[in-house]
Every structure is written in C-alpha cells, then in structure tokens.
C-alpha cells in the first residue's frame, strides 16, 4: 500500500478530462506509477471529493494497480496495516505504521471458536453438520478480529479508516472458517484444502472494520496441515536467504519443522 500526495489543474473549457483520468494522468507524471484501476466505491465519489478538496488530494494506491482512497490534502503520513495471527487459541494483532515498517501497538484475544471446540479437528468436525455451524465460526472468528484491531488502533490512537490493509496468517482449517470455506476435506485423506494460493479480498466482502475500501489479504496455505502461518515464520525470519542448513520451527497446537538454506 502507498500514499501519494498530489495537486491537480481544474477542468477547463479547453481541458475537460474527466476526473477519474485526470487523476490517473497526474499519478502516472509525478509518481512513475503505471496503468491503475479504481475501486467503484471510490468512483462514485470522486467528482465530489476532488472538486470540495480544491483538487488537491492523497491517493492511496494498493499493489500499484487500484486506487483504493481519494482523501482531501495531504495524508502521506497517516498509512497503517494490521498483521493478524489467527491461532487455533488466540488471535494476536499488530499494527504497522507502513510509512516506517515499525508496530506502533500489539492486541489479541483467546480464539473465541474454543467454545466449540478446544482442538481443530473439533471445530471442523462441528462445521461439517451443517452450513450454519460454518457461518457461526466465520461470525465469531471475525467478530474476534475486529476486536483485535479495535484496541489495537485505540491503544495507538489511531483511525481505523487509516488502516488500508490487513494481513491474515493462520493454520489451513483457521484460514478456511475465517472465510466461510468448508474445512472438511482438509480432514479426509487426501487432505486437499479448497485454495493454496493467496487472497485478496475487497475488505468490505468480510466486514473487517478498517478503511472500507481497503484489501483484506490471505498469505498462501502450504497443505491440508501446514498453513499461511508457517509461511509468514519463514518470511519474517527471512529463512529463505540463509545460505548455512538451517532449521526453524512453529511449536504451536501443531509444529511445524522447516530444514534447508538457500
């Protein structure tokens, strides 16, 4: 996610680009992005925010492809994302202030799905009964991330509109009933979960409560067991780029056991 402050020429009778080109035109000229999409939410607005901001606004571009926020004057220094950790026992959030990489406030929760079920495959096997029991889970798992993220914005004093992108790690079957997935087959052999690959999602599709027009990411699973959480040990220990045989392990309700180097 990024933040560009720019400064537009109004329309004239000689010069009536429509807005949302104009924008994109500027973009492109002062900030060597390339070709960007909108999200039609921010479209619907835009005539009304540039022309009320006397055409002077901050964008904020996500993957360097979708404006994702129009915001009058300069708001280059407001930019945060939520890293979320949804274990089988607690949910932890941190909130990044994406301008300087730094976490600016820690927050989490005991997993509120406990209650049905203190192990995962408990909670899969209530999720298999029936489509209802899936949605109960997904509700509860949300509701609890949004708990997260509301005291970690209020312990930091920030907006939860200013944070742009949450980031969510977990184990196959958490990641799978966070998103209303059936997790069953990850429980039959072969054990093959519905989705490897990653995700991301308009934030308002799973009622996160952050910037309504922001992304809602998923790293990628790795199999039926092992999931994004594993993934992101091996991102944010950079254990890709050791060069001596190494090993790293996640001692969680499963362990997960990395060997190798680069």
Same mark, same amino acid.
């Given at each position: /996610?990024?933040?560009?402050h720019?400064? &537009?020429?109004?329309?004239t009778?000689?010069?009536a ?6 924008l994109?035109s500027a973009?492109? %000229?002062?900030? $060597?992005i390339g070709d960007l999409?909108i999200?039609?939410?921010i %479209?619907?607005k %835009?005539?009304?925010?540039l022309?009320?901001a @006397?055409?002077?606004?901050? /964008?904020?571009?996500?993957n360097?492809?979708?404006?994702? !926020?129009v =915001?009058p004057?300069?708001t ?9 950790d949804i ?6 959030g941190?909130?990044v202030?994406?301008?300087? *990489?730094k976490t ?6 005991e997993?509120?799905?406990l209650?049905?079920? +203190?192990d995962i495959?408990t909670?899969?096997?209530? #999720?298999m009964?029936? =489509?209802? $029991?899936l949605?109960? &889970?997904?509700?509860?798992i949300l =509701?609890?991330?949004?708990?997260v %993220?509301t005291? #970690?914005?209020a312990k930091a004093?920030? @907006?939860?509109?200013? /944070?742009y992108e949450t980031v969510?790690? *977990?184990?196959?079957a ?8 059936q997790?069953?087959?990850t !429980?039959?052999?072969?054990?093959a979960? #519905?989705?490897k690959?990653?995700l991301?999602?308009?934030?308002r599709e &799973?009622?996160?409560k952050?910037n309504?027009? *922001?992304?809602?990411s998923f &790293?990628?699973?790795? !199999? ?5 959480? +594993?993934?992101? @040990?091996v991102? !944010? ?10 090993m790293?392990? @996640?001692?969680?309700t499963?362990t997960?056991?990395?060997? *190798?180097?680069?």
């Open positions: /996610v990024g933040k560009f720019v400064r &537009l020429r109004k329309p009778l000689s010069d680009t429509p807005d949302f080109e104009r994109r973009l492109q %000229l002062t900030r $060597n999409t999200d039609y939410a %479209l619907k %835009l005539p009304d925010i022309r009320e @006397d055409w002077d606004v901050t /964008v904020t571009v996500w360097n492809s979708r404006i994702i !926020a =915001e004057g300069d280059t220094r407001r930019l945060f994302g939520f890293a979320v274990g089988t026992s607690k949910v932890v941190h909130l202030d994406l301008t300087t *990489g600016v406030s820690t927050s989490y929760i997993n509120p799905q209650a049905y079920g +203190a495959i909670r899969i096997a209530f #999720a009964e029936g =489509e209802t $029991n949605q109960t &889970l997904q509700k509860i =509701e609890g991330i949004n708990k %993220l005291e #970690a914005c004093k920030v @907006d939860p509109h200013q /944070v969510l790690v *977990g184990n196959t958490m990641h799978h009933l966070c998103l209303g997935i997790p069953k087959y !429980a039959l052999s072969p054990y979960p #519905a989705v690959s990653s991301n999602l308009l934030t &799973l009622e996160v952050m309504s027009n *922001g992304v809602t &790293l990628p699973n790795i !199999a039926g067991f092992v999931g994004a959480d +594993a993934l992101a @040990d991102v !944010a220990t950079a254990f890709y780029r050791l060069r001596k045989i190494s790293l392990i @996640d001692i969680g499963n997960e056991v990395f060997v *190798g180097n680069f």
